[in-house]
Nanobody, 126 residues
Framework: VQLQASGGGLVQAGGSLRLSCVVS????????VAWFRQAPGKEREFVAV????????YSTTSMKGRFTISKDNTKNTLYLQMNNLEPEDTAVYYC????????????????????WGQGTEVTVSS
């Protein structure tokens, strides 16, 4: 399974970006697919996950309400719509995929994912 993330870039605070992650080698519709991010000098943190057959689950942080995760099974592509971006959102954003069956909150940890994309960099200027 391979994941290819794209869509990052430089944006001013208050702006929007949409990240994409194309999955190949498996069917997106039968996997848990998620976004994580890693800011400079910080650990990688969970953003949101599209769960197989269930509603999406979001991080309970300031990202909630500003970020929306979605997917297009026909294109085998995962998306992250990011609105009202803040300088604190500056990070490398990674998509990940896995097939672990567990409760939503447990899907926020890195070990639940078997496959990772290379990351796409998002920089938000103030």
């Amino acid at each position: 399974v391979q994941l290819q993330a794209s869509g990052g870039g430089l944006v001013q605070a208050g702006g929007s970006l949409r990240l994409s992650c194309v999955v190949s080698g498996d069917t997106l519709s039968t996997m848990n697919v998620a976004w994580f991010r890693q800011a400079p000098g910080k650990e990688r943190e969970f953003v949101a996950v599209m769960r197989w057959g269930r509603a999406p689950y979001y991080s309970t942080t300031s990202m909630k309400g500003r970020f929306t995760i979605s997917k297009d099974n026909t294109k085998n592509t995962l998306y992250l719509q990011m609105n009202n971006l803040e300088p604190e959102d500056t990070a490398v954003y990674y998509c990940a995929a896995g097939s672990t069956t567990t409760i939503a909150s447990y899907l926020s940890t890195l070990d639940k994912y078997d496959y990772w994309g290379q990351g796409t960099e998002v920089t938000v200027s103030s």
